[in-house]
């Protein structure tokens, strides 16, 4: 059972202690911290107004809050709570205390409610928890009792949002939790809804890798959303698929194959649609089996968002030529998306498509497209992008020369290809799984199969 929070100050977040950290009782009945007490400003003489239900209550003004009696029986509680599991940190540490703003002309109000503090503040990490190996990379290492483990380090926000110490109508200089809390209320509320699903998920889903939670590089500024690193992605720890599969992998194919399919019907069964993929979200554990790093996921759909960006930018409509040359690029990356999907960030950023519009919905046929994309990957090898690169480029420059080509032409000729890669990689006892591939890529995500179907096809080649 998870030993209860430890108390803390309702205005600076900090854990009381009895020496850094006084609690002290109000008349009301309600507790504060006693460096807290001293910046409250008052606005009329012998009187303060409670932090947490906003009565003016009286306040001996000249002896200041250390004639305020301490919360005696808060601080024994305390003490029985560490007593009981002395190894469990302080996770409320405040790194700055409080201190007077400049202007005084207002009184500091609750910078959120207490069902969103609540709902947060467990997934907040402490402060010295992260130590950043890589930055560029986001790899970190999380201390987790007396051992590290490897994690992941995304960035929340694009491009990573300075945490101010300051907030305008505050007269404190927030702590590291508040900053984190402070963040996390400012964001949309569609992002923050979507980390807060994410997060959930993690702690759930038995094939995607573990989320450890946020964390506020002080150095920086910036949050994090922390998750579990495990070995390395599937083509890393496995190099004889670098070049496709061989008759002796077919097993082993399979078996990773079926595992890659479970994590996102997962994902599905929560209600959540990635959108977009790529091998490096696939990692391998200890035992060789499959997880999905949803942070990685995060990494790939940043870089399928800043491929637009860099292409379009300033655009309002795009050619066939430039449609095909950005997916050329994206598949550069080695990263797949739909073409519902793409063709929703397309819309999201106001740009318009000479071809015509998608009038397909975003939805778990999506995930059927990419995911089959990332297993053509594994079965076929690295000519697998070179070869639909070359593709893209050689469609679009036929059919402009003599007819209008339309999107659903451009995912038929990417159809035709993976067609003849897969015969000429495959033999015939693999014609099932083929089929099914092929029919993966439909532009009608109606034509497409079922996660489900995929995953049985997999598990026929095995049983």
């Known amino acids: 059972?998870?030993?209860?929070?430890?108390?803390?100050?309702?205005?600076c977040l900090s854990t009381y202690d009895g020496e850094c950290t006084i609690p002290r009782v109000l008349p009301c009945g309600h507790t504060t911290c006693e460096s807290c007490l001293k910046n409250i400003p008052q606005k009329y003489p012998l009187t303060i107004r409670c932090p947490a239900c906003t009565q003016l209550v009286k306040y001996p003004s000249q002896q200041g809050p250390s004639s305020l009696p301490k919360n005696i029986d808060l601080l024994r509680l305390i003490q029985q709570l560490q007593d009981h599991n002395p190894e469990k940190p302080n996770n409320k540490?405040?790194?700055?205390?409080?201190?007077?703003?400049?202007?005084?002309?207002?009184?500091v109000s609750p910078l959120w409610s207490d069902e969103f503090y609540t709902s947060w503040k467990n997934w907040v990490l402490d402060s010295d928890d992260v130590f950043v190996e890589d930055k560029e990379r986001g790899y970190g290492l999380l201390k987790e009792g007396n051992k590290k483990v490897k994690v992941k380090l995304f960035k929340v926000g694009n491009d990573g949002v300075l945490l101010s110490g300051k907030v305008k109508g505050c007269v404190f200089k927030l702590s590291y939790v508040a900053k984190v809390m402070n963040?996390?209320?400012?964001?949309?509320?569609?992002?923050?809804?979507?980390?807060?699903?994410?997060?959930?998920?993690?702690?759930?889903?038995g094939r995607i890798c573990k989320g450890c939670g946020l964390w506020c590089d002080l150095e920086d500024g910036v949050l994090y959303f922390v998750c579990e690193r495990l070995n390395g992605n599937v083509l890393d720890m496995l190099g004889e698929f670098e070049n496709g599969l061989r008759k002796d992998g077919l097993s082993s194919f399979a078996m990773i194959g079926m595992e890659m399919y479970e994590a996102v019907i997962g994902l599905h069964l929560e209600g959540l649609?990635?959108?977009?993929?790529?091998?490096?979200?696939f990692e391998l554990d200890d035992?060789?089996?499959?997880?999905?790093?949803l942070s990685e996921v995060l990494v790939v759909r940043r870089a399928v968002h800043e491929g637009v960006m860099e292409l379009c930018s300033g655009e309002k409509s795009l050619s066939v030529q430039k449609l095909g040359r950005l997916v050329g690029e994206i598949?550069?990356?080695?990263?797949?998306?739909?073409?519902?999907?793409?063709f929703g960030i397309l819309k999201r950023e106001g740009i318009e498509v000479e071809c015509g519009s998608i009038r397909y919905p975003i939805g778990l046929g999506s995930d059927v497209w990419t995911l089959a994309c990332t297993v053509l990957r594994m079965l076929i090898g690295k000519e697998f992008f070179e070869e639909l690169v070359d593709s893209v480029d050689s469609i679009i420059s036929k059919r402009s020369e003599d007819s209008i080509l339309d999107c659903s032409g451009l995912c038929t000729g990417l159809m035709e290809k993976v067609s003849s890669l897969l015969e000429s990689k495959t033999g015939e006892e693999l014609k099932s799984m083929h089929q099914m591939l092929?029919?993966?890529?439909?532009?009608?995500?109606?034509?497409?199969?079922?996660?489900?179907?995929?995953?049985?096809?997999?598990r026929g080649l095995i049983y």
């Open 93 to 107: 540490i405040q790194i700055d205390k409080p201190v007077l703003a400049q202007d005084f002309d207002f009184f």
């Open 438 to 458: 092929c029919r993966s890529l439909s532009f009608d995500p109606g034509n497409r199969p079922h996660a489900i179907d995929m995953w049985k096809c997999l």
């Open 273 to 281: 649609i990635v959108g977009s993929l790529g091998v490096s979200c």
């Open 1 to 11: 059972m998870e030993s209860p929070e430890l108390p803390e100050c309702p205005v």
């Open 287 to 293: 035992f060789g089996h499959v997880s999905l790093s």
């Open 183 to 205: 963040f996390l209320n400012g964001m949309k509320e569609e992002e923050r809804d979507e980390l807060g699903f994410i997060l959930k998920i993690c702690a759930k889903q």
């Open 331 to 342: 598949l550069k990356k080695e990263v797949f998306v739909s073409p519902e999907v793409l």
